[in-house]
């Protein structure tokens, strides 16, 4: 998935725009899972939630 993130997409169509926020939003979903799944032993608790030591870290980077 990171893989398919482009380099810089603010030149390119709307439409590979959209694909790079989709990809994004991918990652971090996957990012969440991996480390809430390693640091949560309980099945039952939801994973897709932002880890709160990384929460100021990608709020920064989310809002700049």
């Given at each position: 998935m990171?893989?398919?993130l482009?380099?810089?997409?603010?030149?390119e169509?709307?439409?590979k725009q959209k694909a790079a926020v989709?990809?994004?939003?991918?990652v971090l979903r996957s990012f969440s899972f991996a480390v809430n799944s390693i640091a949560i032993?309980?099945?039952?608790?939801p994973k897709?939630?932002?880890p709160a030591d990384f929460?100021?870290?990608l709020k920064e980077v989310l809002t700049s």
């Open positions: 990171a893989k398919n482009p380099e810089n997409v603010k030149d169509s709307e439409e989709k990809n994004a939003y991918q032993d309980d099945k039952e608790v897709f939630f932002i929460e100021a870290e």
